[in-house]
């Protein structure tokens, strides 16, 4: 924050992000959960596709009563993809966050979430929040419908 107090609120977070369309999702979880690895199948298996905002490290900030999640400059548009390397994707820049997705073995994910969602604070802003498995063939589908629920544009 600037000194003056005119920048609004941000931080960074270990986590990826992708979009679909207008719609943000923050991909969250340990070191290896497999947040790239879904992240990947998101771009390459959907259609229309997903688009990466950042891997890894994710900038949030507080604008307009919501969130925008953006890559750190230097990572911009790289994907780490284990057992490959590192590689460049067309990123979107920046994307309204809608939903956080939270990284976990299949046998800690409900057989069906608690509606409504549970949200979670960020920033002063509430986030509805759900478990999946990232390494489930149905994942990034999952993860698609999901959104695709949430209400609003």
């Given at each position: 924050m600037s000194q003056q107090g005119s920048?609004?609120?941000?931080?960074r977070v270990h986590a990826s992000c992708i979009a679909f369309g207008a719609r943000?999702?923050?991909l969250r979880g340990a070191p290896g959960s497999g947040k790239s690895d879904l992240a990947l199948r998101c771009l390459e298996t959907l259609t229309p596709p997903a688009r990466l905002v950042a891997d890894d490290?994710?900038?949030i900030e507080a604008r307009d009563g919501g969130l925008v999640?953006?890559?750190p400059e230097r990572i911009s548009g790289l994907l780490e993809v284990r057992?490959?390397?590192?590689i460049a994707v067309d990123p979107k820049a920046e994307v309204p966050l809608a939903l956080i997705a939270d990284m976990a073995a299949r046998e800690s994910v409900p057989r069906l979430?608690?509606?409504?969602?549970?949200c979670e604070d960020m920033l002063g802003v509430a986030?509805?929040?759900?478990v999946l498995c990232p390494f489930e063939a149905s994942a990034p589908v999952k993860l698609r419908l999901a959104v695709e629920r949430l209400p609003g544009p």
């Open positions: 920048a609004p609120p941000s931080h943000g999702v923050l490290q994710v900038l999640a953006s890559a057992g490959v390397g590192i979430p608690p509606d409504p969602l549970p986030l509805p929040v759900i």
